[in-house]
Nanobody
Framework: QVQLVESGGGVVQAAGSLRLSCAAS????????MGWFRQQPGKERDIVAT????????GYADSVKGRFTISRDNAKNTVYLQMNSLKPEDTAVYYC????????????????WGQGTQVTVPS
């Protein structure tokens, strides 16, 4: 089992940057594939980016490709989401999540979730 705590959210102007962190506690962080998701007001939660347990494979939603980068440091039990060129439509609550099993870029199978961190990009 793993517990996840996100941090780094806030208010940033359009075209600015922000880095989210997700600290994991518990056992065997390096065994989990990790994902970042976001939920905009009145909408369902969407996948943003994923990274495999070793960090060797990553995937991104089309809406963030070229702007966001997911990475992880297994020695620090932390996964990151570097967000550049932010747009007002990136405003959302961002969640990190963990899953075991096979790696793929999809939203299925994530058993562990953080509490979320708000990112606001004023228009």
């Amino acid at each position: 089992q793993v517990q996840l705590v996100e941090s780094g959210g806030g208010v940033v102007q359009a075209a600015g940057s922000l880095r989210l962190s997700c600290a994991a506690s518990g056992r065997s962080f390096g065994a989990y594939h990790m994902g970042w998701f976001r939920q905009q007001p009145g909408k369902e939660r969407d996948i943003v980016a994923t990274i495999s347990d070793s960090g060797g494979r990553t995937g991104y939603a089309d809406s963030v490709k070229g702007r966001f980068t997911i990475s992880r440091d297994n020695a620090k039990n932390t996964v990151y989401l570097q967000m550049n060129s932010l747009k007002p439509e990136d405003t959302a609550v961002y969640y990190c999540a963990a899953r075991l099993g096979y790696y793929s870029f999809d939203s299925r199978g994530y058993a562990y979730w953080g509490q979320g961190t708000q990112v606001t990009v004023p228009s």
